[in-house]
């Protein structure tokens, strides 16, 4: 039964983050229900997702051609930097530490994946900044990407819509790019912390490829603000769960 649930919550968390993000509300409290402690949880969580993003950073590869505005290298260079960072402070806190702050992040991360696209819009229209400042700003959610990482791709499109990005397509393969770079470079951390549950990593990765798979189809059927409240009321149950049991 417990394979059962964290292969569904794995495939469907693969087909939201093709469609709509926010895959980890459902793999992250899969684990911790499979008995899984919280920290190896949100390791183990981000091994199962992530080949996903870079997958589909390659299906924007021509968008990411017409970047013009900002220095790719650097964007990712820095990205990397922080999302390792990130994953060093998750290994270096203490189980029961993080036990007691993931209501905290999963109310965080629902709240942000709630507001996100209305704060970004807000943002894009009130404010401009430099590219010295676009990248300091990404390095601290780079840090938190690694750490945790729940609304990260809001947080990465807010950063570049401020920029001046405007070409939608164009951010979502560089959103996709630096979260899978932030991804691989937190499961390297996490795999030489000896963090990761294999087992169910490997369950969990297949069907998080076959869900991402998917997820193309699945777009065609479901308009993604549908999905988009499927990840907000899922978020919140498992934020709230979470606040009566650590209570």
Not at 40 to 60: D, H, K, Q, R
Not at 117 to 142: D, E, M, N, Y
Not at 203 to 218: D, F, P, Q, R
Request: charged share 5%.
């Amino acid at each position: 039964m417990l394979t059962l649930l964290l292969i569904v919550s794995a495939f469907f968390a693969g087909v939201l983050n093709a469609v709509a993000g926010g895959g980890s509300f459902l793999t992250f409290p899969a684990l911790i229900l499979a008995g899984v402690p919280p920290l190896n949880a949100n390791a183990t969580s981000t091994v199962a997702v992530s080949p996903g993003a870079l997958a589909s950073a390659f299906g924007y590869r021509r968008e990411l051609g017409r970047i013009r505005d900002i220095h790719l290298p650097s964007f990712l260079g820095i990205s990397l930097v922080g999302g390792l960072l990130g994953a060093l402070l998750l290994l270096w806190t203490p189980q029961r530490t993080f036990e007691a702050i993931v209501p905290w992040l999963l109310l965080f991360a629902t709240l942000l994946f709630a507001i996100g696209p209305k704060a970004s819009a807000w943002i894009r229209r009130t404010c401009t900044i430099g590219h010295g400042t676009v990248l300091a700003v990404q390095f601290l959610i780079a840090v938190y990407g690694g750490y945790f990482g729940g609304g990260i791709g809001i947080l990465i499109l807010a950063t570049l819509g401020v920029f001046g990005l405007t070409d939608l397509h164009a951010m979502n393969g560089l959103k996709s790019l630096v979260s899978g770079c932030l991804n691989a470079v937190a499961v390297a951390a996490f795999v030489a912390g000896g963090a990761v549950y294999w087992t169910e990593a490997m369950i969990m990765l297949v069907a998080a490829m076959a869900g991402g798979y998917a997820g193309a189809s699945v777009a065609r059927h479901i308009p993604p603000p549908v999905l988009r409240k499927v990840v907000i009321l899922v978020g919140a149950s498992m934020t709230v769960y979470f606040f009566i049991t650590k209570a």
